[in-house]
């Protein structure tokens, strides 16, 4: 069992920056992706972006250059740099560890751009 927990989420005014994070814990051996997605209000969740095979990223197209993932040492902490951040990025932000091709999904955190 994974257990997945993201940090960091809050209100920032447009423009403003926020980091998150995420840790897995539990048995995080053998876990071969960890990524960020978000769901806004009234919309389905999609990928922000993702660890893909070895050290390589993906983005979504909304967030390139202003977005970026990293990870600690240990690989099972992840975190997301938003800078520039606009009002349609609000939404609940989820991070996902992948285990021997099962997903474990943390609760959310939300953050909210407005002025």
């Known amino acids: 069992q994974v257990h997945v927990v993201e940090s960091g989420g809050g209100l920032v005014q447009p423009g403003g920056s926020l980091r998150l994070s995420c840790a897995a814990s539990?048995?995080?051996?053998?876990?071969?992706?960890m990524g960020w997605y978000r769901r806004a209000p009234g919309a389905q969740r999609e990928l922000v972006a993702t660890?893909?095979?070895?050290?390589?990223?993906n983005y979504a197209d909304s967030v390139k250059g202003r977005f970026t993932i990293s990870r600690a040492n240990a690989k099972n902490t992840v975190y997301l740099q938003m800078n520039s951040l606009k009002p349609e990025d609000t939404a609940v932000y989820f991070c996902?560890?992948?285990?021997?091709?099962?997903?474990?999904w943390g609760q959310g955190t939300q953050v909210t751009v407005s002025s």
């Open positions: 996902k560890a992948i285990r021997f091709g099962l997903s474990y």
């Open positions: 539990g048995d995080i051996s053998s876990i071969n992706l």
């Open positions: 660890f893909t095979s070895g050290d390589n990223t």
